[in-house]
């Protein structure tokens, strides 16, 4: 059965930054009205202080109005003036993603390259408009979705002559819905909350929830292989992806709709991490669900990193499909969770809207017993369907609420440097992986910073192998994080790749992880191939250039 759900008003952020009071933030991570005081900013400076043993200083939250723009070096025709802007907000807001660089830079209204307008094409009509018009006149185009990028993935290009950014903000509708099949064809500029609330009254839920949830759209996750709410079997983007519609220079491309087909190499999959390089997302058919009513959830302590990432290896090769399966290290279980900083914990969630989770959890809460773990039966909360509490109390409550809030950037410009890196390794590696990543990281920040601080987490765990996500901070100098940061992250990626890591695990390339990271990973002859598509794709190499190949 098929439901229309095309509507004519439109909820995207570009509607929304008609209300000043809501619209995105320019350099802090979320809305303007949820930017941190000055007061916070200050207080979080005097703790700094008083931490670190150095004086720091608050500067105050910058106002835009004293950003300096270069001149747009090239302005939309008259017949496409309609939907471009060039004003201060729009050119700067489009200027960097989310990452802790892009955030200091915009704090410091440091705008050397921002685009020349930005396009928020209302239809696909439009959207062949302005794209053809770029490919006709060689001006760079970036794709840009909801602006979370945290690898450089949205900058405008600096060696380019002129650049426009295509946002896709105004198409961003549930268009329709399969209720038999359990699919709907969506556009790629919805952010994940509107998507969410327009399946909601079928019953329905794509079930995708990365940490930019709020702030990133289905478009977005597909280009750069989000990962998402799953920590097994549907992880990424990837496993819901039922058919795809793009836009290239050269025309449009669209995959048949099927539940899968052995039939060649897919062509989904080359459009699935493709980072903007190929062609323009406009909308997919995505595999939903049914919204799950029964749950259960266990928050098992361990005393040892080890013996707990060994219960995890064992749940997930038992092929449970728990929709939570992640472990925090001492230092992330005693800062996210309220441990003792001695112990681990690791954190199992199962969930369905068919039937009750007492089964699994049950079996996954015994082998982790087995393997060392420590937790009470009353502990396991379960709901059958009632809508029982689970997962919102003691430590498992404590660590949903930190990793649901996302700190707006009360930190930017006191010296603090914190980021994070994620990989993948098989199980057989591991523990020799770990070790040396730890060894040499805590190295490069004794180095780098006055003091530093390494944590490591599971996000994602398969049978062959986990994705550990490691969390950094220290303290730099103030005025000189950025090049800090740097120092700190090249090591990273030379220390991840080399100890036998993916370069990435979901926060996909961008400019960041290509030298030293992607370009080792990868095969040459890959690269080469991947060349020659974007060619016959993008003939003049408008789109996003320097993004996973060379222009």
Same mark, same amino acid.
């Given at each position: 059965?098929?439901?229309?759900?095309?509507?004519? $008003?439109? !909820?995207?952020?570009?509607? /929304?930054?008609?209300?000043?009071?809501?619209?995105?933030?320019?350099?802090?991570?979320?809305?303007?009205?949820?930017?941190?005081?000055?007061?916070?900013?200050?207080?979080?400076?005097?703790?700094?202080? /008083?931490?670190?043993?150095?004086?720091?200083?608050?500067? +105050?939250?910058?106002?835009?109005?004293?950003?300096?723009?270069?001149?747009?070096?090239?302005?939309?025709?008259?017949?496409?003036?309609?939907?471009?802007?060039?004003?201060?907000?729009?050119?700067?807001?489009?200027?960097?993603?989310?990452?802790?660089?892009?955030?200091?830079?915009?704090?410091?209204?440091?705008? +050397?390259?921002?685009?020349?307008?930005?396009?928020?094409?209302?239809?696909?009509?439009?959207?062949?408009?302005?794209?053809?018009?770029?490919?006709?006149?060689?001006?760079?185009?970036?794709? #840009?979705?909801?602006?979370?990028?945290?690898?450089?993935?949205?900058?405008?290009?600096? &060696?380019?002559?002129?650049?426009?950014?295509?946002?896709?903000?105004?198409?961003?509708?549930?268009?329709?819905?399969?209720?038999?099949?359990?699919?709907?064809?969506?556009?790629?500029?919805?952010?994940?909350?509107?998507?969410?609330?327009?399946?909601?009254?079928?019953?329905?839920?794509?079930?995708?929830?990365?940490?930019?949830?709020?702030?990133?759209?289905?478009?977005?996750? @597909?280009?750069?292989?989000?990962?998402?709410? #799953?920590?097994?079997?549907?992880?990424?983007?990837?496993?819901?992806?039922?058919?795809?519609?793009?836009?290239?220079?050269?025309?449009?491309?669209?995959?048949?709709?099927? %539940?899968?087909?052995?039939?060649?190499?897919?062509?989904?999959?080359?459009?699935?991490?493709?980072?903007?390089?190929?062609?323009?997302?406009? &909308?997919?058919?995505?595999?939903?669900?049914?919204?799950?009513?029964?749950?259960?959830?266990?928050?098992?302590?361990? $005393?040892?990193?080890?013996?707990?990432?060994?219960?995890?290896?064992?749940?997930?090769?038992?092929?449970?499909?728990?929709?939570?399966?992640?472990?925090?290290?001492?230092? =992330?279980?005693?800062?996210?969770?309220?441990?003792?900083?001695? /112990?681990?914990?690791? @954190?199992?969630?199962?969930? !369905?809207?068919?039937?009750?989770?007492?089964? %699994? *959890?049950?079996?996954?809460?015994?082998?982790?017993?087995?393997?060392?773990?420590?937790?009470?039966?009353?502990?396991?909360?379960?709901?059958?369907?009632?809508?029982?509490?689970?997962?919102?109390?003691?430590?498992?409550?404590?660590?949903?609420?930190?990793?649901?809030?996302? $700190? +707006?950037?009360?930190?930017?410009?006191?010296?603090?440097?914190?980021?994070?890196? =994620?990989?993948?390794?098989?199980?057989?590696?591991?523990?020799?992986?770990?070790?040396?990543?730890?060894?040499?990281?805590?190295?490069?920040?004794?180095?780098?910073?006055? /003091?530093?601080?390494?944590?490591?987490?599971?996000?994602?765990? #398969?049978?062959?192998?986990?994705?550990?996500?490691?969390?950094?901070?220290?303290?730099?100098?103030?005025?000189? &994080? *950025?090049?800090?940061?740097?120092?700190?992250? $090249?090591?990273?990626?030379?220390?991840?790749?080399?100890?036998?890591?993916?370069?990435?695990?979901?926060?996909?390339?961008?400019?960041?992880?290509?030298?030293?990271?992607?370009?080792?990973?990868?095969?040459?002859?890959?690269?080469?191939?991947?060349?020659?598509?974007?060619?016959?794709?993008? +003939?003049?190499?408008?789109?996003?250039?320097?993004?996973?190949?060379?222009?």
């Amino acid at each position: 059965m098929l439901v229309g759900l095309c509507q004519s $008003d439109h !909820s995207g952020q570009a509607g /929304q930054e008609d209300a000043v009071a809501d619209r995105m933030s320019f350099w802090a991570w979320g809305l303007e009205s949820e930017e941190p005081t000055n007061q916070a900013r200050a207080k979080l400076a005097d703790h700094l202080s /008083q931490r670190y043993g150095t004086p720091i200083t608050a500067r +105050p939250i910058p106002d835009l109005a004293d950003a300096t723009l270069r001149a747009p070096r090239v302005e939309p025709p008259d017949v496409l003036a309609a939907f471009c802007f060039t004003d201060t907000y729009e050119r700067s807001r489009h200027s960097y993603g989310a990452h802790f660089t892009d955030r200091t830079r915009a704090f410091n209204l440091d705008f +050397p390259n921002p685009p020349d307008f930005v396009a928020h094409p209302r239809d696909e009509a439009e959207l062949e408009a302005i794209l053809e018009w770029c490919h006709d006149g060689g001006h760079s185009v970036v794709p #840009y979705g909801g602006g979370s990028s945290v690898v450089w993935g949205v900058d405008p290009p600096a &060696e380019a002559d002129t650049a426009v950014t295509i946002a896709l903000d105004r198409l961003d509708q549930v268009m329709e819905i399969d209720t038999t099949s359990r699919a709907a064809r969506i556009q790629a500029g919805i952010f994940g909350p509107a998507l969410e609330a327009q399946l909601k009254p079928s019953g329905h839920t794509l079930r995708h929830f990365p940490q930019s949830f709020r702030f990133s759209t289905l478009g977005g996750w @597909i280009a750069t292989r989000s990962g998402g709410h #799953y920590a097994t079997n549907h992880t990424h983007i990837d496993d819901f992806v039922e058919s795809v519609r793009m836009l290239t220079p050269q025309g449009w491309w669209e995959s048949r709709r099927l %539940p899968g087909s052995g039939a060649g190499p897919s062509p989904d999959r080359l459009v699935i991490g493709s980072e903007g390089i190929l062609g323009i997302i406009t &909308e997919a058919w995505m595999r939903i669900q049914a919204r799950p009513t029964f749950r259960a959830t266990a928050g098992v302590v361990f $005393d040892s990193w080890a013996a707990g990432t060994e219960a995890i290896r064992q749940i997930v090769q038992a092929k449970l499909w728990p929709a939570n399966l992640r472990i925090l290290d001492p230092v =992330e279980a005693g800062r996210a969770a309220g441990l003792d900083g001695e /112990q681990a914990l690791v @954190i199992i969630g199962f969930e !369905s809207a068919e039937m009750s989770q007492r089964w %699994p *959890i049950g079996i996954a809460v015994e082998i982790a017993r087995e393997c060392g773990g420590h937790i009470s039966d009353e502990d396991v909360r379960i709901d059958d369907g009632t809508g029982a509490a689970t997962g919102h109390s003691g430590a498992v409550g404590k660590w949903r609420d930190s990793f649901v809030g996302v $700190d +707006p950037g009360t930190h930017t410009s006191l010296g603090l440097l914190a980021d994070t890196f =994620e990989t993948a390794i098989t199980w057989d590696r591991w523990p020799e992986f770990d070790a040396t990543v730890r060894a040499r990281m805590n190295e490069v920040l004794k180095e780098v910073c006055v /003091q530093g601080e390494l944590s490591c987490r599971f996000t994602h765990v #398969y049978p062959d192998g986990p994705a550990p996500y490691y969390t950094w901070l220290g303290m730099g100098r103030q005025g000189s &994080e *950025i090049s800090m940061w740097q120092e700190v992250k $090249d090591a990273a990626n030379e220390i991840v790749v080399a100890a036998g890591g993916t370069s990435t695990h979901h926060h996909a390339v961008g400019r960041m992880h290509r030298p030293g990271a992607y370009d080792v990973q990868r095969p040459d002859l890959f690269a080469d191939s991947l060349r020659a598509v974007k060619k016959t794709l993008d +003939p003049s190499g408008i789109l996003n250039p320097g993004v996973l190949i060379d222009p």
